[in-house]
T-cell receptor
Framework: SQELEQSPQSLIVQEGKNLTINCTSSKTLYGLYWYKQKYGEGLIFLMMLQKGGEEKSHEKITAKLDEKKQQSSLHITASQPSHAGIYLCGAPPGSQGNLIFGKGTKLSVKP | DAGVIQSPRHEVTEMGQEVTLRCKPI?????LFWYRQTMMRGLELLIY????????DSGMPEDRFSAKMPNASFSTLKIQPSEPRDSAVYFCASSFHRSSYTFGSGTRLTVV
């Protein structure tokens, strides 16, 4: 079965610093979703990537999909305390309709 | 749209009791998913429906768990009898043609 591995598991950065979170799949990726979760709350959709080489940005967050490497990266520029939370990557396992998820990366931003 | 609506937000119950979690998907969405989230195992798919029909229930832990979707606007996840190891946050999500997946706020279940 397909698995998604996220790295790092946790990250503490100083406000204003850039950071990158990675998501690596054990099998071919047929799309990749990034979500953010705050403690005690649901998952908030950030971005969806469908094609190899695709890159999307929203405010200070950029995500890329490298199909050959079966990997996606999420980059935050000039981090702010509002970026703190758990970032989860999800992917459809083949032709199935559901998403499987990585274990998440916990981000803390020090003011 | 109000998004995916789950109820209750929190549930505390005694071991052995029946628990029913409820979900109202986004209108027009044709897929509905039930996930469970724990610190140890992360987000796990329990079951999902397409056009109200269960497609994959291989993630349902055991016979104590059951899920129904009697119509396009309502689904339930039932645990009977509940056990302490069922304590987790249960999420419902819905999707339109698998193009986007919207999650509810979750139900935090504690079985004592």
């Amino acid at each position: 079965s397909q698995e998604l591995e996220q790295s790092p598991q946790s990250l503490i950065v100083q406000e204003g610093k850039n950071l990158t979170i990675n998501c690596t799949s054990s099998k071919t990726l047929y799309g990749l979703y990034w979500y953010k979760q705050k403690y005690g709350e649901g998952l908030i959709f950030l971005m969806m990537l469908q094609k190899g080489g695709e890159e999307k940005s929203h405010e200070k967050i950029t995500a890329k999909l490298d199909e050959k490497k079966q990997q996606s990266s999420l980059h935050i520029t000039a981090s702010q305390p509002s970026h703190a939370g758990i970032y989860l990557c999800g992917a459809p396992p083949g032709s199935q309709g559901n998403l499987i998820f990585g274990k998440g990366t916990k981000l803390s931003v020090k003011p | 749209d109000a998004g995916v609506i789950q109820s209750p937000r929190h549930e505390v119950t005694e071991m052995g009791q029946e628990v029913t979690l409820r979900c109202k998907p986004i209108s027009g969405h044709d897929y509905l998913f039930w996930y469970r989230q724990t610190m140890m195992r992360g987000l796990e798919l329990l079951i999902y429906f397409n056009n109200n029909v269960p497609i994959d229930d291989s993630g349902m832990p055991e016979d104590r768990f059951s899920a129904k979707m009697p119509n396009a606007s309502f689904s339930t996840l039932k645990i009977q009898p509940s056990e302490p190891r069922d304590s987790a946050v249960y999420f419902c999500a819905s999707s339109f043609h698998r193009s986007s997946y919207t999650f509810g706020s979750g139900t935090r279940l504690t079985v004592v």
